[in-house]
């Protein structure tokens, strides 16, 4: 097959287009034929050795933690996919023609859903859905502040509380504020405007996908007893909050609550932008493009 292979830490261009042997297929697992593959901010700090303390990276290696495909076959004790199932999945090794994914990681692309446009939703969809449910446990009434509403994992994020039947203020920043109209959240705040944060009370939890100066500033937003959960990790002065939950978030493959999710893109509830669809090969070039804070997702068409 071929694939993207990295062979040290570096930039884009250390990302190149390569012969690598087909995955062997084991027990539980599937192979997939991938359709699409998207970039995630993980995949470029894997890459650059930003991220080598928490995912090292063995040379060479493909990246990648996102597709949708075909299934093209199916190991021992595998129930419920065949040959010919449209999948979706968070997994490894993505930027790739081929990709062995375990059975319980997989899902099948609901209806009404595009095949490749699935390729945007596991890492983010899954990581704002467990940032809210599992890092801040927001309950029916509660209010909640979600940080950098508008990316993908923020989108999934605001989505996830609406349903659990909590007040969503999304945060974002002020010249997104007519764009962020799209969210259907409760209240909007520009998060780099003083004046509005001076305004802004009290809230039950805050879901934060920027980190930074602005978590630090929003610990003193969270009531006494409240939860801040990120996916940054805890926030600089967290200490100096001791009555506050510091709640970090790793996302874990969830296939059913991928599906959810889905689900609602299809039915066109919750939007995650995609921004272009570019050819496997360029990879490189795609990431140097999402590194910049693009509009919205950029699918690896295999």
């Known amino acids: 097959m071929k694939a993207i292979v990295l062979h040290q830490y570096g930039g884009p261009g250390e990302l190149k287009l390569e012969d690598w042997p087909d995955p062997a297929l084991g027990d539980g697992e599937v192979l997939v034929r991938v359709a699409a593959a998207s970039i995630n901010p993980i995949d470029w700090k894997m890459r650059s050795g930003a991220a080598k303390e928490r995912f090292p990276v063995t040379f060479p290696a493909i990246l990648g933690r996102d597709l949708s495909g075909t299934v093209r076959a199916v190991g021992p004790r595998v129930q419920g996919f065949a040959p010919g199932d449209t999948v979706f999945a968070l997994a490894w090794q993505t930027y790739a023609e081929l990709c062995v994914v375990k059975a319980v990681e997989l899902a099948k692309v609901p209806d009404g859903l595009d095949l490749i446009?699935?390729?945007?939703?596991?890492?983010?969809?899954?990581?704002?859905?467990?940032?809210?449910?599992l890092g801040t446990g927001i309950q029916a009434g509660q209010t909640v502040l979600v940080t950098g509403a508008l990316g993908g994992v923020g989108r999934s994020a605001v989505w996830t509380a609406r349903d659990a039947g909590a007040r969503v203020?999304?945060?974002?920043?002020?010249?997104?504020?007519?764009?962020?109209?799209?969210?259907?959240?409760?209240?909007?705040i520009a998060l780099d405007d003083k004046d509005a944060l001076a305004t802004l009370g009290f809230v039950d939890a805050i879901a934060?996908?920027?980190?930074?100066?602005?978590?630090?500033?929003?610990?003193?937003?969270v009531k006494p007893g409240g939860v801040f959960a990120s996916v940054?990790?805890?926030?600089?002065?967290?200490?100096?909050h001791p009555t506050i939950r510091i709640q970090p978030v790793v996302a874990k493959p969830d296939a059913a609550a991928m599906v959810k999710l889905a689900e609602a893109v299809a039915a066109r509830h919750l939007t995650?932008?995609?921004?272009?669809?570019?050819?496997?090969a360029d990879a490189g070039k795609g990431q140097t493009v999402a590194e910049r804070s693009s509009i919205g997702k950029v699918l690896l068409l295999a």
């Open 272 to 280: 995650i932008p995609i921004d272009r669809m570019i050819p496997l």
């Open 169 to 188: 203020i999304a945060g974002v920043r002020k010249k997104q504020l007519d764009e962020a109209g799209n969210l259907h959240a409760d209240e909007v």
């Open 208 to 221: 934060d996908t920027v980190g930074g100066d602005t978590a630090t500033v929003l610990l003193s937003k």
């Open 117 to 133: 446009e699935a390729a945007a939703l596991p890492l983010v969809s899954v990581t704002g859905e467990q940032l809210m449910r």
């Open 232 to 240: 940054l990790g805890p926030p600089r002065g967290a200490a100096l």
